[in-house]
């Protein structure tokens, strides 16, 4: 089965995916890949531990081995490490005792690559500040990152990758480990961000329902595969069950979705089975 | 204590505590104290081999701080980075002892490079040492921000194009230049201790990384300034004064920045 791209809008966008295929060591990690991101929208990429969520990131940054396929950015092959792309890890350790304000992260990612000793200018300075208060981080910008909570250091790090004003932001599993109240936090704010700086998001989460109403596209991975287009477009049972390779269900209980697989039992006697339901 | 023959004391020490200080920094950093504890050994049997071939030991020191510096950065990419260290760390120490017992070094010499000597450095090799400390901290300043960077979250700089291995491998080199340096001064077994007191104590006083790297090379003056003063006065090894020194300056921050956690408290 090839991966597809379900959307009916052939409009050219931000970022191009072309049957992108990852091999290591002989185990498929990914499989002809396909999807696009359009400017300034909100895409979930949405997939169970280890279906390979971050490995498509490294992809998309440059930094994978073994890829093959094209990823094109305005339609131009990406070079390594594009500034126009921003990128929040799964997880970044901090230590407690690290001299690093959240402020000083914040400046590492203006110019945390740039060699030579320098004065840093006042309009560095006024961004920092800028990006702090676009992320609600300004009440904690003098303290080390290694003493703020989980969600305060989301909130630095994301501060940290938009300071370079990138057009396309990568967050890898933000809302792991946080807090339902956090969760909601993040996402109003990732919503808020992407509307006001026109900067397109691909957030991967291995839960659809709390991205469901700032979504405007959803790309789901499973087996390798990706399926991509609006929510209504890839959660339904015939495009899953594709893609997972056995039957699935989706369930739609009080606004939330729930994609269930139908155990199918082994031998055979197929019409009097009793189906079980897991949720994934 | 201030008279000419300790000028070459106080001249190379005060080189040494400078550099010390902000590779230090990066050291503590990076969790590399392992390799900080590593190289030094390489170095010693640089120096032990130096005698034995009868050329300066400071070329001893420095070729074989550079070997065991890049050795422990090209295995630690194939196999766990304290292993690496570890056997970098046993090889070096065996064939410095190997050195040592076929060539005919006095006693004392053994001592000052284990332990350290106010007078390690000859006036003769005090330009060669002046030299390879400016052009150290010369690196260290050009690739300050990308050290930075790669320091504190080196996944993040990976994403941002900054060339990771090339920060790693400049960086490895600038300790074992920093190592060669110190080694005769401080002594190889407590070099380290000059490259991780100062600066783990600076981090935990100062908050801001410009400042904790001011912070650490003022404490690491500090450090071999009193150790200098008080190894001529008392007549023990220099190192055992850095030593303890760098311990006490630790446990003080700790004890500082908890008295500050309380009153903030309350």
Known sequence: MSARDLSHDSSQGLLEVRHVNVSVEGRDILRDVNFSIKHGEFTGLIGSNGAGKTTLFRVILGIQEHASGEVLLHGEPLTRANRSIGYVPQKVLFDPDLPIRARDLVALGSDGHRYGLRRRPRALHEAVDEMLDAVDAGAFADRRVGGLSGGEQQRVLIAHSLISRPELLLLDEPLANLDPGSVQEIIALLHRVSQRQRVAILLSAHEMNPLLPVMDRIVYVANGHVASGTTDEVVRPSVLSELYGHHVDVLRVHGRVLVVATALPVGPAPNDQHPEFVVE | ?266
């Open chain 2, 1 to 266: 204590m201030f008279s000419s023959f300790m000028t070459n004391a106080w001249l190379s020490g005060t080189i040494v505590a400078l550099l010390a200080g902000v590779v230090g920094f990066f050291v503590v950093l990076r969790g590399a104290s392992f390799a900080a504890h590593a190289i030094p050994n390489g170095a010693f049997a640089g120096a032990a081999g130096a005698y034995l071939i009868g050329v300066s030991p400071l070329l001893g020191l420095v070729s074989f701080a550079l070997l065991s510096a890049l050795g422990i950065g090209m295995t630690s990419r194939r196999t766990r980075n304290d292993v690496a260290t570890a056997l970098s760390l046993v090889a070096m120490l065996a064939l410095g002892a190997a050195f040592l017992s076929v060539s005919l070094i006095y006693e004392p010499t053994i001592n000052a490079l284990l332990f350290g000597e106010i007078l390690g450095v000859s006036s003769s090799q005090l330009a060669p040492v002046l030299i390879l400390g400016v052009v150290s901290v010369g690196v260290l300043a050009w690739f300050y921000r990308p050290l930075m960077f790669t320091s504190v979250a080196p996944e993040l700089a990976r994403a941002r194009g900054v060339n990771a291995t090339l920060v790693d491998v400049a960086f490895l080199v600038v300790v074992a230049l920093a190592t060669a340096l110190t080694v005769p001064v401080v002594g190889a077994l407590l070099t380290f201790s000059l490259m991780i007191g100062p600066p783990a104590a600076a981090r935990i006083l100062v908050a801001r990384p410009g400042w904790a790297v001011a912070g650490s090379v003022g404490l690491s003056l500090v450090t071999v300034w009193v150790s200098i003063g008080a190894s001529y006065a008392f007549n023990l090894p220099i190192g055992f004064f850095v030593g303890a020194l760098g311990a006490t300056l630790y446990l003080g921050a700790r004890v500082v920045a908890r008295r500050r956690v309380v009153r903030s408290a309350t």
